[in-house]
């Protein structure tokens, strides 16, 4: 089995930072795909940046020259860095990843439980 936690949400002025973590532990042999999505109250959960295995990385359009995807394939770590942001930022972040954990075995996709991230003043 396969655990992904998160850390870093909170409370945050509009403007401001923060910086998600999502940590992989379990048994691993590779992992793919890594991702954070939100969900905001009512609305559909959404993509918000990915990171391929090799280091391919897709933000969303209405974060994109805010947010920063980035990932260590040895810590088998994640990280949001999140910047100028709005209220429309606010949500619960999840963090996603598709993961092989034997050489015979496909990979198998493992959601986290999710951090809460408010905007507000």
């Known amino acids: 089995q396969v655990q992904l936690v998160e850390s870093g949400g909170g409370l945050v002025q509009p403007g401001g930072s923060l910086r998600l973590s999502c940590a992989a532990s379990?048994?691993?042999?590779?992992?793919?795909?890594m991702g954070w999505y939100r969900q905001a109250p009512g609305k559909e959960r959404e993509l918000v940046a990915s990171v391929t295995g090799g280091g391919t990385t897709t933000v969303v359009d209405t974060a994109k020259g805010r947010f920063i995807i980035s990932r260590d394939n040895v810590q088998n770590t994640v990280d949001l860095q999140m910047n100028s942001l709005k209220p429309e930022d606010t949500a619960v972040y999840y963090c996603?990843?598709?993961?092989?954990?034997?050489?015979?075995?496909?990979?198998?996709?493992?959601w986290g439980k999710g951090t809460l991230v408010t905007v507000s003043s």
């Open positions: 379990g048994n691993i042999f590779r992992i793919n795909f």
């Open positions: 996603n990843a598709d993961v092989v954990s034997t050489r015979l075995t496909g990979a198998v996709n493992y």
